[in-house]
């Protein structure tokens, strides 16, 4: 079975400071991986996914098959990049394909 | 454009009390359609999903259960809540691509 392990819980950094949001992941086939970010009061919404290789809000993010991880960075964080972050993998389980969800990082920017 | 309607948006239920949680698309058609549940500290936990009406995949046993009676109608139900019920319910849906939108949740708490 997948599993998606985000082991930073809560993570503070200065504005203009560099951040890095560490995920990895567990999955036998070929990864589908994402980030999703939830602002306050606001829906959980999809950041970025890494077959488009895009960077969203200046964040990017890599996946490192080798590694087995899909790290999120932003070279200069905002304060209005503190939100909640979840990464997530896309895999086929029964009928349907499926995200498994790690744990989400609540990510604080500090002035 | 595809919207999608959870109600109602907060919930305060008696432990034994039954529960129905509604989730609603427009703007689409025959949508994957999923319930999570979002507890603290334990990231986003899927439930249920569906892939057409009547056709519902549990992915935790437990007291909850889910319905799809109508293509864009997805329903969460209990015959009666535990206290471990309590927590933020999203619903989602998914088109062809692996992304998945979210609605805006209903936060439930049993007392």
């Known amino acids: 079975a997948q599993r998606v392990t985000q082991p930073e819980k809560l993570l503070s950094v200065f504005k203009g400071a560099p951040v890095e949001l560490k995920c990895n992941y567990s999955?036998?086939?070929?990864?589908?991986l994402f980030w999703y970010v939830q602002y306050s009061r606001q829906r959980l919404q999809l950041l970025l996914r890494?077959?488009s290789r895009e960077s969203i809000k200046g964040f990017t993010a890599d996946l490192n098959k080798g590694e087995t991880s899909f790290h999120l960075k932003k070279p200069f964080a905002q304060e209005e990049d503190s939100a909640m972050y979840y990464c997530?993998?896309?895999?086929?389980?029964?009928?349907?394909?499926?995200?498994?969800f790690g744990s989400g990082t609540q990510l604080t920017v500090l002035p | 454009s595809q919207t999608i309607h959870q109600w109602p948006a907060t919930l305060v239920q008696p432990v034994g009390s039954p529960l129905s949680l509604e989730c609603t698309v427009e703007?689409?058609?025959?949508?994957?359609l999923y319930w999570y549940r979002q507890a603290a500290g334990r990231g986003l936990q899927l439930l249920f999903y569906?892939?057409?009406?009547?056709?519902i995949s549990s992915e935790v046993p437990q007291n909850l259960s889910a319905s799809r009676p109508q293509d864009r109608q997805f329903i969460l139900s209990s015959k009666k809540l535990l206290l471990s019920d309590s927590g933020f319910y999203l619903c989602?849906?998914?088109?062809?691509?692996?992304?998945?939108?979210f609605g805006p949740g209903t936060r439930l708490t049993v007392t």
């Open positions: 569906s892939v057409g009406i009547g056709q």
């Open positions: 890494h077959i």
């Open positions: 989602a849906w998914k088109d062809r691509t692996y992304e998945q939108y």
């Open positions: 999955y036998s086939g070929s990864p589908e």
């Open positions: 997530a993998l896309s895999a086929f389980s029964g009928s349907a394909r499926q995200l498994t």
């Open positions: 703007g689409t058609s025959n949508p994957n």
